[in-house]
């Protein structure tokens, strides 16, 4: 298992992400404080907040989605 910390700073971001996670055939799951997220519901991601640095852990494997979850690190985010 592999775990990222990303930072969506807009619903329209939120939304990119939901929809890369869709992609993936594994499970994804977000992390905020005790809150454990579907990464594929976009009724969950949203209901997050979003402001916060959140937790992904991915319980597979997808070249591409991990690419995209680097550029979410909240170094990397212009949110940050």
């Known amino acids: 298992m592999k775990q990222f910390k990303i930072i969506l700073p807009t ?5 990119m992400f939901v929809a ?10 977000v992390f905020y404080n005790r809150v454990i ?6 009724l969950g991601v ?8 959140l937790t992904v852990q991915l319980n597979g494997a997808d ?9 979410l690190t909240p170094e990397n ?4």
């Open 46 to 53: 949203l209901s997050l907040d979003l402001s916060q640095i």
């Open 63 to 71: 070249a591409e989605f991990e690419k995209y979850l680097k550029k």
């Open 11 to 15: 619903v329209a971001e939120a939304k």
């Open 20 to 29: 890369a996670a869709s992609r993936c055939d594994f499970d994804i799951d």
């Open 37 to 42: 997220i579907d990464a594929k519901s976009i």
């Open 77 to 80: 985010s212009s949110a940050a």
